[in-house]
């Protein structure tokens, strides 16, 4: 087997039992200490359940990135592809955007945080990514735009950090959802790194995919009763959006300045975030329509309103799982078929089309439910 692989395959495996050890003492501290996210009507839980899984998150993943490049190292395995000082600069800096991002999700989930704060947190983690040279600057003709300069390319990058955290952090409702589209996004990601042969990035992606598995088990199949199971709340919900930005944008950069035309690699990692993206700007539509402040929580999200059709949570999950591989395959597929652009419209009117079949489902189910209230 390849080395390279190996180191990989040992990350993973690493970080799942890491994340093994860790998660059931994070569950007794949170029940000895009454740590709990408890139920209200926006909920979709009716049993207080800890809040704090994502504690367990960044701990492994620092912990288990310094143990295998420490072991790479010492045996002789550079970085390969990569320029050693660049990429040593970009994980120091991604490493203290991480930290803060991570210290303002556990006090959100223990006192609570005001979102302004959190915004000015998550601009200057983004501003963290960017510095060392980390910013979007071809869009491969995406509407006619090709090279990006700099005073449009930063501005882009950051508002593209700040939008994906958020969306992984919005799309967290209901059990095994943002984790579950977490995987799948960083498995895709992961992957497209290897192809690549930057194992360093591939590394981070599947480190992280290897404390979520315990995680994901938890928190879709632990039973509440038994106090044996718990949510990621903001501390992990943040930290996952977060290194998925850093990635998707990596993957999307364009290392020379020529007219760069598809960049297939840009609309293949952007899929992966086509559900938890595509959701925030229904949401927050729906939301200025009827007059409300787009940044208040209500219960209009993708989940909320398959939810609203009679599924069980759990069917939820599982379709919502499928629509992002469904959507991620087509444009895997379609990716040197037709034009950025027309891919672009074409997920939005599928998408568009989806919502409209949802919204008839739920007025039917209404009528039915209706129906038999009435008998």
């Not at 409702?173 to 960083?186: E, M, N, Q």
């Not at 992966?272 to 208040?296: A, K, Q, S, Y």
Request: proline share 4%.
């Amino acid at each position: 087997m390849d080395m390279n692989y190996l180191f990989l395959l040992a990350g993973y495996a690493l970080a799942t039992i890491f994340g093994m050890v860790v998660i059931p003492k994070i569950l007794l501290v949170s029940y000895k200490k009454r740590l709990f996210d408890v139920p209200d009507s926006r909920k979709v839980h009716t049993t207080p359940i800890p809040r704090l899984g994502g504690l367990s998150f960044f701990p492994v993943i620092l912990i288990t990135m310094c143990l295998i490049l420490g072991i790479r190292f010492t045996m002789g395995f550079p970085i390969e592809n990569l320029p050693v000082v660049q990429t040593l600069c970009e994980f120091l800096f991604f490493a203290v955007g991480c930290m803060m991002l991570y210290l303002i999700g556990v006090t959100d989930d223990l006192i609570g945080v005001g979102y302004r704060y959190k915004f000015l947190v998550q601009i200057i983690a983004g501003l963290l990514i960017i510095f060392p040279g980390e910013w979007f600057n071809n869009l491969g003709g995406l509407f006619g735009i090709c090279h990006l300069p700099s005073y449009l390319g930063i501005p882009f990058t950051l508002l593209m950090i700040v939008y994906i955290t958020n969306a992984i952090n919005l799309i967290d409702g209901i059990d095994g959802l943002a984790s579950g589209l977490s995987c799948i996004a960083l498995a895709v990601l992961g992957t497209m790194c290897v192809a690549q042969e930057e194992y360093i990035y591939a590394l981070l992606a599947f480190t992280t995919f290897g404390v979520i598995v315990p995680f994901w088990f938890y928190n879709v199949f632990g039973n509440a009763q038994r106090g044996h199971k718990l949510f990621m709340g903001d501390t992990g919900s943040l930290t996952l959006g977060y290194i998925i930005s850093l990635l998707v944008i990596h993957l999307s950069v364009v290392n020379n300045s020529g007219q760069v035309i598809g960049n297939p690699d840009m609309v293949l990692a952007c899929s992966t975030l086509i559900i938890p993206c595509f959701d925030v700007v229904r949401v927050v539509l729906h939301r200025l329509r009827n007059g409300r402040n787009p940044f208040l929580p209500d219960k209009n999200h993708f989940h909320h309103k398959l939810l609203r059709t009679g599924m069980r949570p759990r069917m939820v999950m599982i379709t919502i799982l499928f629509i992002s591989l469904f959507f991620i395959g087509l444009n895997y597929l379609f990716i040197n078929i037709i034009g950025i652009s027309w891919l672009l419209v074409l997920d939005i009117v599928l998408w568009t089309a989806m919502q409209l079949g949802i919204n008839w489902q739920i007025k039917s189910h209404k009528e039915k439910k209706a129906e038999i209230l009435e008998k």
